[in-house]
């Protein structure tokens, strides 16, 4: 809901709290205990954005945000009597455009990158690879890039590291080590992550991140919900995609300055996931896209039970705050509500660290940033409930809205273009076939060695010996210029060029 001045109504409490739209790229904070009323409040804020006209990307975890495309039912008691009690007149039940995406392609559109386009950093946190084993991985990648070789999908690495571990010896002295043990532990994971599913999200037509920054035919932002209940069997598949989601928004984006409002919105719901056992190195690039991606507009909001477990150095980001119930049945719980309520700007009215565990179901402390981008003094407020039905809508009316969107059919049908495995297999056919070769002219001349040294064998010991020789000396010429035409036709071609435009989405 928005006030007569624009800024987007949350909650209320002896006043209205309100979350100015030039502000919220200055990312936020929902954090609370399971059944404290986290989801509905991301549902109203998303809702909300929507409304002004920004897109929205969130992950649904539990199946429930669907709800967001189809109006509120008036059946629903808790609503209506959340709307009596605030005195929201101007509370509509409405729903909001959606879009579906889900990297298995059930439930929505298929979700794709390339091996490339994510990279090595990510692809380390995805298999778990130790410091020694990201090197490796990182080693190949950039012979893959030095030899025009394209990483699209699994199979690609496959033979990719298939390749560099038979040729590593060639490889050393321009790259460092590359140990066997390595590379076979980076094949183990990558079969191990295809059990997941992981496949599914590497190939082309890759994500133009563009398709996430669209409003409808009524001036409304598109909400792009990650199906994301399968994904969640697999936490560091979860965490890594989305990721590598804000990653390219940071990447592909331009500068934008202070905007009246975001260009978008992203909503990291189970955020924890994100920083659990991520190295250092990844933890660093986190911070750094989350310190920077607002100069793009974006606006970032973990979604998470407890806020100790964002880093401090990302906590302190996070400017819009909405604190729901924290359980304190441990000391370590109740150290973790003195953290969380050291986080808010006090107010005299009430004892933050008191009230936190007391707080009913879709009742919040709450502190937005003011148009001068000062924290609020933190209020206890009752949160705006949503627009959109609360609940998820049938598996029809999901197939609905997917066969309508404007975006279907971009994405449906899988393409495989050349690229490293069909090179590599090209590439591994001619070093087999030279082999081949060489074995056999050694062989002929061995034979023929063997012929001269026979029919001039009665010529006396001093032409015996004189065979051998002869036999020896083409021996170890026709095996050196083969040799010689084997690392030139191997090399000549994997040396050839340099990455420059190939690697495009084919779109």
């Not at 056992?277 to 407890?306: C, H, M, W």
């Not at 107010?347 to 709450?366: H, M, S």
């Not at 959109?388 to 971009?410: H, Y």
């Not at 056999?440 to 061995?446: C, R, T, W």
């Given at each position: 809901m928005i006030d007569s001045n624009g800024n987007l109504l949350i909650g209320k409490s002896d006043k209205d709290l309100l979350l100015v739209p030039k502000m919220s790229n200055r990312h936020g904070l929902i954090a609370g205990a399971t059944g404290t009323g986290k989801t509905v409040t991301l549902q109203t804020l998303a809702e909300t954005f929507s409304s002004i006209g920004v897109p929205v990307i969130m992950s649904d975890v539990k199946g429930d945000l669907s709800g967001i495309a189809k109006p509120s039912s008036g059946d629903n008691r808790k609503v209506a009597e959340r709307v009596k009690e605030l005195g929201l007149d101007n509370h509509v039940p409405q729903g909001f455009p959606v879009c579906f995406w889900d990297i298995y392609g059930e439930q929505g559109h298929p979700l794709r990158t390339t091996i490339s386009e994510m990279g090595p950093l990510l692809i380390s946190r995805l298999l778990n690879l130790n410091d020694v084993q990201s090197g490796v991985l990182n080693l190949v990648f950039k012979i893959a890039d030095d030899n025009d070789l394209l990483l699209l999908d699994m199979k690609d690495l496959r033979k990719m590291l298939e390749f560099v571990g038979e040729h590593r010896d060639e490889y050393t002295n321009e790259y460092g080590n590359i140990s066997s043990a390595s590379i076979g532990s980076i094949q183990r994971g990558l079969l191990i992550l295809e059990e997941q599913g992981a496949e599914m999200f590497f190939g082309e037509p890759a994500l133009d991140i563009?398709?996430?920054?669209?409003?409808?035919?009524?001036?409304?932002?598109?909400?792009?919900?990650?199906?994301?209940?399968?994904?969640?069997?697999?936490?560091?598949?979860?965490?890594?995609?989305?990721?590598?989601?804000?990653?390219?928004?940071?990447?592909?984006?331009?500068?934008?300055?202070?905007?009246?409002?975001?260009?978008?919105?992203?909503?990291?719901?189970?955020?924890?996931?994100?920083?659990?056992?991520?190295?250092?190195?990844?933890?660093?690039?986190?911070?750094?896209?989350?310190?920077?991606?607002?100069?793009?507009?974006?606006?970032?909001?973990?979604?998470?039970?407890?806020?100790?477990?964002?880093?401090?150095?990302?906590?302190?980001?996070?400017?819009?705050?909405?604190?729901?119930?924290?359980?304190?049945?441990?000391?370590?719980?109740?150290?973790?509500?003195?953290?969380?309520?050291?986080?808010?700007?006090?107010?005299?009215?009430?004892?933050?660290?008191?009230?936190?565990?007391?707080?009913?179901?879709?009742?919040?402390?709450?502190?937005?940033?003011?148009?001068?981008?000062?924290?609020?003094?933190?209020?206890?407020?009752?949160?705006?409930?949503?627009?959109?039905?609360?609940?998820?809508?049938?598996?029809?009316?999901?197939?609905?809205?997917?066969?309508?969107?404007?975006?279907?059919?971009?994405?449906?049908?899988?393409?495989?273009?050349?690229?490293?495995?069909?090179?590599?297999?090209?590439?591994?056919?001619?070093?087999?076939?030279?082999?081949?070769?060489?074995?056999?002219?050694?062989?002929?001349?061995?034979?023929?060695?063997?012929?001269?040294?026979?029919?001039?064998?009665?010529?006396?010991?001093?032409?015996?010996?004189?065979?051998?020789?002869?036999?020896?000396?083409?021996?170890?010429?026709?095996?050196?210029?083969?040799?010689?035409?084997?690392?030139?036709?191997?090399?000549?071609?994997?040396?050839?060029?340099?990455?420059?435009?190939?690697?495009?989405?084919?779109?």
């Open positions: 563009m398709d996430f920054i669209q409003t409808d035919s009524k001036g409304k932002g598109v909400m792009n919900i990650v199906v994301a209940d399968k994904l969640m069997l697999s936490p560091g598949l979860y965490s890594t995609f989305l990721l590598w989601l804000l990653s390219e928004l940071f990447e592909e984006l331009p500068e934008a300055g202070d905007l009246d409002k975001p260009k978008l919105v992203f909503f990291f719901d189970e955020a924890h996931l994100l920083f659990n056992d991520a190295p250092k190195v990844l933890q660093e690039k986190i911070e750094q896209v989350v310190r920077l991606v607002r100069s793009k507009g974006v606006g970032v909001y973990f979604v998470t039970q407890n806020p100790i477990d964002i880093p401090d150095t990302v906590l302190g980001q996070l400017g819009n705050r909405v604190q729901h119930a924290l359980r304190a049945f441990t000391p370590k719980d109740q150290k973790a509500v003195r953290s969380a309520a050291e986080t808010f700007r006090s107010n005299p009215k009430f004892k933050v660290e008191d009230v936190i565990t007391e707080l009913g179901v879709g009742v919040g402390l709450v502190s937005f940033l003011d148009e001068k981008g000062i924290p609020s003094m933190v209020e206890m407020a009752k949160i705006i409930p949503p627009q959109g039905q609360i609940g998820p809508i049938t598996p029809e009316e999901r197939e609905e809205i997917i066969r309508n969107s404007v975006i279907n059919g971009v994405y449906e049908k899988k393409i495989d273009r050349e690229s490293a495995y069909e090179k590599l297999q090209e590439k591994f056919a001619r070093e087999d076939e030279k082999k081949k070769e060489q074995t056999e002219l050694i062989e002929k001349a061995k034979e023929e060695r063997l012929r001269r040294a026979a029919s001039k064998n009665t010529s006396g010991g001093m032409m015996g010996d004189l065979a051998k020789t002869m036999g020896r000396t083409i021996t170890r010429q026709v095996g050196n210029e083969i040799g010689r035409k084997l690392v030139r036709g191997v090399l000549g071609t994997l040396l050839s060029g340099a990455m420059g435009g190939l690697l495009k989405k084919g779109r």
